[in-house]
C-alpha cells in the first residue's frame, strides 16, 4: 500500500469517527463541531513543540572541529613527506 | 589470544568505499589519508568518481595511487558534472566488495567512523547501516541558528508525515551491502539531498533491515555549503513526490 493510502485511511477513519459523534449526538453539538479546529491545532503545537524541543537538545560538536584540524595537520605532514602535492589549492 | 575488539572488525568482508568528488582536491587526498589510518585491518578500496574536475583533484588521486597502490584507490572519471545518483551507479559498476560505502568528500564525514558502521553491520546483519546527526554522540559544528531551525523544522515534518523509521533522513554517510544498494538506487530519480532521503524511505518501505550509528558533522571546512529558498522548495516537492510514490 501506498504510504499516502495509509496517511487518507487514517483520516478517513477520523472523520468516520466524528461524523458518528455528531449523529450519535453524546456530547453537544456545539463541541463537536470544535473537535476538528482542536486536532488542527493540537498537531500545530505538536509540530512546534518537536522542532522547539529539537532546537533545543541539537546536538553540537565544537570538539570536532579542532580534532578536524589537527588530522588536516597530520595528514599535511604525512603528503609532504611523501612528496604529494596538496598545498596548492 | 585474546582478540582486540577494535582490530577484528570486518576482517572477512571487502568494503568498496564510494566518493563522489567536484573540485576536492585537497579533501581527497586528506579524506583517502583518515581512511587508511582508521581502516588499518580492513580489507577495502576507495572508488573516486571524479566528475572532470578542472582544479586537478584527478591528478591528486593519481599521485595517492602512487602512495597506496592502484588496487586500493580506484579512479573512475566521469567527463562532465552528471550528478549524484548516477555517480554513485558509476561506482558501483566497478565496485568489488560486498559492502559499499557512500560518503561526502567535503570533510563533513570523518572517516574515523568507519569501524562503528562496519561493527554495527556485523553485530546486527543490517542490510543498511546509516550515520546520524540526531542522536547522543552525534552532533553538527558550523550552523548557526537558523540552519537548525531548518533542519529541525525539515526532520519533522518529514517524520510526521513520513513514517521513515530512521532518525536522519538527509545524511549521506551509508553503508550498504552491494546487492540492496544496487536494487535500491534503481528505483530513485531525486536530486541532491532529496535524493538520500528518497534512498532511505524507499529501502524502509521494501522492508530492508536498518540500523544507525551515530556521527558528527562538521560543516566543511574549505569552502561553504548553502540551503537557500530554492533548496527549501526542492526539499518539499521531494516530500510531496515520496508520499504519493513510495
Redesign the interface.
Known amino acids: 500500500m501506498?504510504?499516502?493510502q495509509k496517511?487518507v485511511s487514517l483520516l478517513v477513519t477520523i472523520s468516520a469517527c466524528w461524523i458518528g459523534l455528531l449523529k450519535a449526538s453524546i456530547i453537544p453539538h456545539s463541541y463537536t463541531w470544535l473537535l476538528p479546529i482542536y486536532l488542527i491545532v493540537s498537531l500545530g503545537c505538536y509540530?512546534l513543540l518537536?522542532?522547539g524541543y529539537?532546537?533545543m537538545i541539537?546536538?553540537?560538536?565544537?570538539k570536532?572541529?579542532e580534532l578536524?584540524?589537527k588530522?588536516?595537520m597530520?595528514?599535511?605532514e604525512?603528503?609532504k613527506q611523501?612528496?604529494?602535492?596538496?598545498d596548492s589549492? | 589470544m585474546v582478540k582486540n575488539k577494535g582490530s577484528d572488525v570486518g576482517v572477512h568482508n571487502k568494503y568498496s568505499i564510494i566518493i563522489p568528488t567536484y573540485n576536492e582536491r585537497l579533501n581527497i587526498a586528506l579524506i583517502v589519508f583518515l581512511v587508511f589510518k582508521h581502516l588499518r585491518d580492513v580489507d577495502f578500496e576507495i572508488i573516486v568518481v571524479d566528475d572532470g574536475s578542472p582544479d586537478g583533484t584527478q591528478d591528486i588521486v593519481k599521485q595517492l595511487q602512487n602512495v597506496y597502490g592502484e588496487d586500493r584507490i580506484l579512479l573512475r572519471a566521469r567527463p562532465r558534472k552528471l550528478g549524484l545518483g548516477t555517480a554513485y551507479i558509476h561506482g558501483l559498476k566497478h565496485a568489488s566488495g560486498e559492502f559499499v560505502v557512500i560518503m561526502d568528500a567535503d570533510l563533513s564525514h570523518h572517516p574515523k567512523y568507519l569501524p562503528s558502521f562496519i561493527r554495527k553491520q556485523n553485530e546486527t546483519g543490517a542490510n543498511i547501516v546509516t550515520g546520524t546527526r540526531y542522536v547522543k554522540d552525534g552532533g553538527v559544528h558550523g550552523w548557526n541558528l537558523m540552519r537548525k531551525l531548518t533542519s529541525r523544522g525539515a526532520n519533522v515534518l518529514a517524520q510526521t508525515l513520513l513514517w521513515p523509521g530512521v532518525s536522519d533522513l538527509t545524511g549521506s554517510f551509508r553503508l550498504y551491502q552491494k546487492s540492496v544498494l544496487d536494487d535500491v538506487i534503481k528505483s530513485c530519480v531525486s536530486k541532491g539531498y532529496v535524493f538520500q532521503m528518497e534512498m532511505i524511505v524507499r529501502a524502509s518501505r521494501k522492508n530492508y533491515h536498518i540500523e544507525e550509528v551515530p556521527i558528527t558533522f562538521v560543516d566543511r571546512v574549505f569552502g561553504s555549503s548553502k540551503l537557500g529558498g530554492s533548496e527549501i522548495v526542492e526539499y518539499l516537492k521531494g516530500l510531496v513526490y515520496l508520499l504519493l510514490t513510495t
Not at chain 1, 58 to 62: D, G, I, L, N, S
Open positions: 501506498k504510504h499516502i496517511i509540530g518537536m522542532v529539537g532546537l541539537f546536538p553540537t560538536c565544537p570536532e572541529a578536524l584540524q588530522d588536516i597530520e595528514a599535511k604525512f603528503f611523501r612528496g604529494v602535492d596538496v589549492d
